[in-house]
């Protein structure tokens, strides 16, 4: 199976500041139809995951532009430009190229 | 508005079965792929099964063998029959939806059914 390596797993960060989540994979992820299937996802307390950022950079209808995601191959990173309280929860990382398709640990993002 | 209800978890002995269902609403349930994907107290998330809008099947190695994915488009429902369970399938169970290119962009998801195998 894939494996997801998250980084850090735990990330305080101080209203208004920048926060950066890395994400690394086993092995490529792109695809044989040449899309690369990776997705960030954020989930607060007692919810479900919710759905971020599709396809490395595509951000999802409704989540806000302070979010941003980059990377290719092996390598991925989420960005927030500024921190805002509704932030808080664990951001998962996921590929969808190699089934099983796999999740990363988890990053707990909390406000300092 | 595209809503997943999942019920059917509950206390279980090990070995026992469950039917887990996902109830479906607000989009063409037969023009896209689902999933079912678990998460084990205070853990991470892991994709369970996954089934095709043609019907193929997909299973993590973990649960091969025991549990079987289906759906029936005519009610707008997936189902997750669970078979020999153990002690550490005690999660709770999401329903997903898949995105446009299926359940690897898994797009919304249930709140999930809480599943628990203990004697």
């Known amino acids: 199976d894939v494996v997801m390596t998250q980084s850090p797993l735990s990330l305080p960060v101080t209203l208004g500041q920048p926060a950066s989540i890395a994400c690394s994979s086993s092995q490529s992820l792109v695809h044989s139809d040449g899309n690369t299937y990776f997705n960030w996802f954020l989930q607060r307390p007692g919810q479900p995951p919710r759905r971020l950022i599709y396809k490395i950079s595509n951000r999802d209808s409704g989540v806000p532009d302070r979010f941003s995601g980059s990377g290719s191959g092996t390598d991925f990173t989420l960005k927030i430009s500024r921190v805002e309280a509704e932030d808080v929860g664990v951001y998962y990382c996921m590929q969808g190229t190699h089934w099983p398709y796999t999740f990363g640990q988890g990053t707990k993002l909390e406000i300092k | 508005e595209i809503q997943l209800v999942e019920s059917g978890g509950g206390l279980v002995q090990p070995g026992g079965s469950l039917r887990l269902s996902c109830a479906a609403s607000g989009f063409s349930f037969s023009s896209y792929s689902l999933g079912w994907a678990r998460q084990a107290p205070g853990q991470g998330l892991e994709w369970v099964s996954a089934?095709?809008?043609?019907?193929?099947?997909y299973y993590a190695d973990s649960v091969k063998g025991r549990f079987t994915i289906s759906r029936d488009n005519s009610r707008s429902t997936l189902y997750l029959q669970m078979n020999s369970l153990r002690a550490e399938d005690t999660a709770i169970y999401f329903c997903?939806?898949?995105?446009?290119?299926?359940?690897?962009?898994?797009?919304?998801w249930g709140q999930g059914t809480l599943v628990t195998a203990s004697s």
């Open positions: 089934i095709a809008r043609g019907g193929d099947a």
């Open positions: 997903a939806k898949g995105g446009a290119g299926g359940i690897r962009e898994a797009d919304y």
